[in-house]
């Protein structure tokens, strides 16, 4: 008990190690600080938008800043978590951390909270800046946006869950691009849904309604429409649909970390 | 010296550039009749980006009508894209309210009420579009009902909480008889009252019709829409009927 007790213990510590060591990393990475900084720009054109759109400066300041942030974040999570774990590998500085008694979950945990640690300064901070910008245009404070802000957040990390999970299997680019290719499923995951009801053909029902269960449903945290008026929001459900998306996150990297350890190193 | 040629180069590119985008022939204005998608389409495909979208189009839609009014005076989509956008964004008051100025100078006037008509149902908090459909009625509309159902419309606005007190006054000012030019005025005031640059740049040229052209008689028609609106905004107006006696 007391043994099981001490290798949790080093589990933790390894998950931690491994997440400051990648959050220093990515943090520190240029071509980051390039798109952070062009999306503050994005972030800031809104302001033109608005200066031609009659009087709605603050609609539009909240709508296309939101639309950047997550663009934006998709962008990062997509190239940078795909070579979080492949960089490693081709490296072959996995060889060094593999040497020590370094399990392949904690490993792959700690690269995925590295980078969520990092994305979230970096969606935190566009997140502030707009919020900022709103309350500076707008007239007022706008505790949506925040809220809009998460939950693209919470959106942003299973992406990168996914991409973890893709760069095990293949490539880095493919990894990011189907990546890419989830988040804009996960956008029209109630198509597919409408797509298995059709009815045309048992396969088509059967495999439209697999395909809806494994595309993660991202339209059902994005409160966008929310933030201009245009949608009220069942926070119980928007919090259960955050708890589905966590959920998913940990089958990703679990099925990342199940294909590292079928790897030899 | 291989430094200094190739920083000349690039000065030499740069100032290619620049020359070629100022002496470039102006762009030819874009055609009247433009591709609009359908709401649907993007209401099944992103639903998440709906009012992003909306957005966008509501900024296409505003640079379109300043494009064609200015010069060809065509509209031949302004409807279609004012239904996308209230389709695609509901609750877009000024999406309404535009669109159905620019609905208007299309000469499309029953798919201008028909889009009140839709943005009242959707959005049964706000007075200003029920009052805009009380407008639209009065001052284009036909027969003899037209003041009474125009009056219904603000009676309708002024019912709604946080609605001005000059709306129920309106109301009453259309069911009494005669008048007609006072009322005019009235409408014309309102519209000036709670409109965008476009909607007061229309309704001083309506007022400016309307009202004497002498400069003591006009002053006298305008002492009764003081009460209609903000003392500023009363100002502006009255700055902008007097432009030519200054």
């Known amino acids: ?265 | 010296m291989r430094r200094l040629l190739l920083v000349l180069a690039v000065l030499v590119c740069l100032g290619a550039v620049v020359a070629f985008q100022v002496t470039r022939p102006e762009r030819a204005a874009s055609r009247p009749k433009v591709f609009v998608p359908s709401a649907s389409f993007f209401e099944d495909f992103s639903p998440g980006f709906r009012t992003s979208i909306a957005d966008a189009y509501y900024l296409y839609m505003v640079q379109y009508y300043g494009e064609h009014i200015k010069s060809d005076g065509r509209l031949d989509s302004m409807v279609d894209l004012v239904n996308l956008v209230t389709r695609l964004s509901p609750h877009f008051i000024k999406a309404y309210q535009f669109g159905t100025f620019a609905m208007l100078d299309a000469r499309q006037t029953p798919a201008a009420y028909d889009l009140l008509q839709r943005g009242v149902v959707a959005n049964p908090d706000d007075w200003r579009l029920p009052a805009m459909a009380g407008f639209l009625v009065y001052e284009f509309g036909r027969g003899e009902a037209k003041d009474e159902v125009a009056a219904e419309w603000y009676a309708k606005a002024a019912a709604v909480p946080g609605a001005p007190a000059y709306l129920a006054r309106l109301a009453a000012t259309l069911t009494a008889k005669g008048g007609e030019r006072e009322k005019a005025a009235l409408m014309w005031a309102q519209v000036y009252a709670d409109g965008d640059e476009y909607s007061r740049a229309k309704a001083v040229a309506a007022l400016d019709q309307i009202l004497p052209a002498e400069k003591e008689a006009r002053m006298r028609a305008l002492a009764p829409l003081m009460g209609t609106m903000p003392g500023d905004e009363f100002e502006r107006l009255v700055s902008a009927l007097f432009e030519d006696f200054l």
């Open chain 1, 1 to 265: 008990m007391a043994a099981r007790d001490i290798r949790r213990g080093d589990a933790v510590r390894q998950i931690i190690a491994i997440a400051l060591n990648t959050f220093r990393e990515t943090v520190r990475d240029r071509v980051l600080t390039v798109i952070v900084l062009f999306a503050l720009v994005m972030i800031v054109g809104g302001l033109w938008l608005g200066s031609i759109s009659l009087e709605q400066q603050g609609r539009m300041m909240k709508d296309f800043g939101l639309v950047t942030v997550t663009a934006f974040g998709v962008i990062i999570a997509a190239f940078i978590a795909a070579t979080l774990v492949r960089k490693e590998v081709e490296k072959r500085t996995v060889f060094v951390v593999f040497s020590k008694p370094v399990s392949r979950a904690a490993f792959v945990v700690g690269k995925f909270l590295g980078l969520a640690a990092t994305l979230g300064v970096v969606i935190g901070g566009m997140g502030l800046f707009l919020f900022v910008m709103t309350w500076l245009v707008g007239g007022g404070a706008s505790g949506m946006v925040l809220a809009a802000t998460g939950l693209i957040y919470l959106q942003v990390l299973a992406v990168v869950a996914v991409v973890v999970f893709f760069s095990t299997v293949t490539s880095a680019i493919l990894a990011s691009m189907l990546g890419l290719g989830v988040f804009v499923a996960g956008q029209l995951s109630h198509n597919v849904l409408s797509l298995s009801r059709l009815g045309e053909g048992a396969v088509t029902e059967a495999v439209s309604w697999v395909v809806f269960v494994i595309i993660p449903n991202f339209n059902a945290v994005d409160v966008k429409a929310a933030v201009v008026g245009e949608m009220t929001i069942d926070w119980a459900a928007v919090a259960l649909w955050g708890l589905y998306l966590m959920a998913y996150m940990v089958v990703a990297l679990g099925a990342a970390a199940w294909v590292m350890r079928r790897k030899e190193f």
